[in-house]
């Protein structure tokens, strides 16, 4: 959601940029207003953009050299991207996280959007209060909800297994798609569900042919946050996750700790592609939801 | 009118409340006949949507009894009440062309595929609409889109269909070519049509009979003539067509006709309904059924009045006078005098006889 309303600011702003400033006064300010941003921007991607050429070190070090900034080619490589490939642990993480975010995905889109549907009926009671707590594992910070999934999945047996951490992530994604999907319903006219029954529409025939594929961009981009959400998670799996769990970030997080080598700066950069690749796709949804219309 | 067994949607002591407190629809009684085309008529918030709504199933009566061919219909739910219903929005499905549509209620009840593309050609025929199939309704226009709804609620054939201010948002020609339509498909059909609006004209244009709501309560339910001729409470004397109100107190009653002292002046009027002397009434007078005396005698009542104002309306002469402390008065006269026969200022002798008068049992407050 966050992400959505950034875009939406950074779509109007140039409008509003453009209005030429008349007087010298003005128009420094502009670039003063102009320059601002652009120091906000670099404040905000630099850290996360110096990883990719980082990546391309020759040399197992963290930081610059000076051939790399001299650009000589020899200063640059593949290796790190290699020995990613080549190493079993991380094609592990890979299927691990897939696995496990792809099933988190499914379970958290289905009751997302199922909660979402009924918390849109005028007939649901105590609606604020129901949406509130299923909104809650996204405000409360993620160390007490790892702690809590830890706790009272061991009761369960669950811990260090791939279906707890599923339903923890599950739970950690499904407010993404409840807001998505209630933000689309909200444009969602009533009379087309009393329509479909009056056309003599059972509820889930209705749901199939009218609702969803109304709404199925809301669907579409909370499925994706929730997919998100669980391939970046780290913390929920440090506590739930045993050896046979680690996915990408706990890889990460381990590569950090044991063998200090620029390979996870490697598969940060891959990370940071895919992430675009989603976002991507999620503004490409929104534009599609809201041409519909 | 009389609510004989055959009735074929029937409203019995409806009540029907939203918050528990303020009843939106009061002590209904309504009975519609097969094949009939009836007009809820009423200004906004008088109630008519929820009548609609509770016979299609979308909200519960809070008491009394709703029966639709003879069967109490309180635990049937919407989709096997099988009824059309044409929304005020349209409500057609954005994502699906017009042709699936009207394909919708027949998937629904596993129609062959080939029955069904034969149904969904007679029904666009109807709606004169061939050849719009493969279009989504956001590619019509707006009384396009209306005779989609229409087509698609009566696709499926249903005894009744419901229309909710269907012609709501179109301008006023196309808004008359859509009453005749929609009155030439009801006929075609004979389907029975239970039809909502709050424009009286389209009312009396289109129905067999027209039922007149206020404030959840049904005034009165007649012919759209009979409605004309012979409102039964000054509520409906207003608000079909024009009528000058007069209120006075009774003070003889002879037969069917009764002696109203207004004031200035004392009116012969035809009683409605049985009042005493001593009781208040409201005399309503349609201003064209109010003519000029030029010798006195003319009719049975007349007045010599002061003329405020009058406007020529080409046809017709609007003469505003003014009659006591009643206030204002108005009075029709077809262009026959010519303009310039009544000015303002002038005092006139008009009248009108005692059977275009009636006193009606005011409307409680
Ligand atoms: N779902 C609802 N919840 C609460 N009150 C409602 C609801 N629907 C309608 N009402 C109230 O009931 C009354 C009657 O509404 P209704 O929609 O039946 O009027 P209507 O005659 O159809 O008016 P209009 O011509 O404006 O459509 C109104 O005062 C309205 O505010
Ligand atoms: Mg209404």
Redesign the interface.
Known sequence: MLEHANLDTCGSYPQRGRMTASSPRERASHYAHVAFCAAVLVFLIAPILVVVPLSFNAEPYFTFTEGMLRFEPDAYSLRWYASIVEDEAWLRALVNSLGIGVSATVVATVLGTLAALGLASPAMPGRPLVMGLLISPMVTPVIISAAGFFFFYSSLGLAQTHLGLILAHAALGTPFVVITVTATLAGF?V??T?????????PW?TFR??QL??IAPGVLSGALFAFATSFDEVVAVLFMGGIDQRTIPRQMWSGIREQISPAILAVATFLIAFALLLMGVVEWLRRRGSQ?D | MNAGTNAYVEFEGVHKSYDGETEVVRDLHLSVQEGEFLTLLGPSGSGKTTCLMMLAGFEAPTRGAIRLGGRTIHDVPPRQRDIGMVFQNYALFPHLTVGENLRFPLEVRGMDKAVAAERVRDAMRLVRLEGFEARRPGELSGGQQQRVAIARALVFEPRLVLMDEPLGALDRRLREEMQFEIRRIQRTLGVTVIYVTHDQQEAMVMSDRVAVFNRGRIEQVAAPEVLYEEPERPFVATFIGDNNLLRGEVVDVDGDYCQVDIGEHTITAFLVSPRAVGDTVVLAVRPERIGLADEPGTYGNEFVVPISDVIFLGDHLLVRATMGEQGDFVVKIPNIVGHGAVLPGDRVRIGWTATDCRALVPDED
């Open positions: 006219d009379n087309l009393r329509a479909a029954a009056s056309l003599g529409a059972g025939r042919r009218v594929p109304l519909a």
